[in-house]
């Protein structure tokens, strides 16, 4: 799930025109994520355990889009667009408490998070240019999209009194969906990412 507060800036062509178009967007994203930790031994007798924990978290994003517009219908349009994110911020964290701490099969509690770095995304877009407040430079649409991110896992654990921490980077697939509001200087052309999301 992803969701961002926008602060828009754009130049170019305006709300249901067809045409490229380029923009920047600051705001915030918020993140689910699921945390989940496991053990397994393969000395007789043979075991596998795993305990999960999950959390909401959010981050600061900057990001910039490319696309393409196609007017359908009247002031109704449909667009295709790539963009590249920065991200910053701490995102989800939580504790691990199901473990027991308690021999050498059990899953061991400890504190976990999530760090965004930067990602890729792939977002199609369906809009609307009302007119009224937000002028024939804006629209409204919903969106959605396939990212590719990186992030940065900080996981631990908790044994007898000792605190054990580690990181470790990995690529997410998360795939978002959502609405938004597009406003713009001049003639412009619009510049956003997902305002709610899912």
């Not at 075991?47 to 696309?67: I, K, P, W, Y």
Request: glycine share 20%.
């Amino acid at each position: 799930m992803a969701a961002c507060v926008l602060m828009l800036l754009a130049a170019g062509r305006a709300g249901a025109q067809e045409g490229l178009y380029a923009g920047v967007a600051a705001g915030w994203d918020r993140a689910s994520a699921d945390y989940t930790k496991g053990i397994g031994l393969d000395v007789p007798p043979a075991s596998h355990e795993t305990a999960t924990n999950d959390a909401l978290g959010g981050f600061g994003t900057v990001r910039a889009s490319l696309g393409y517009r196609t007017v359908v219908a009247g002031r109704m349009s449909v667009s295709a667009e790539f963009e590249a994110a920065l991200h910053g911020g701490a995102g989800p964290e939580g504790y691990l408490r199901e473990g027991t701490g308690v021999g050498d099969r059990d899953v061991w509690p400890g504190p976990w998070s999530v760090e965004k770095n930067r990602g890729l995304g792939a977002n199609v877009r369906l809009g609307y240019a009302p007119g009224g407040l937000l002028g024939e430079a804006g629209s409204v649409y919903l969106i959605t999209g396939a990212h590719w991110e990186r992030a940065t896992v900080w996981r631990g654990s908790d044994i007898g009194g000792e605190s054990i921490r580690s990181e470790a980077d990995h690529t997410l697939r998360p795939w978002v969906a959502g609405a938004g509001v597009v406003g713009g200087l001049g003639e412009p052309c619009p510049a956003g990412g997902p305002l709610l999301g899912g």
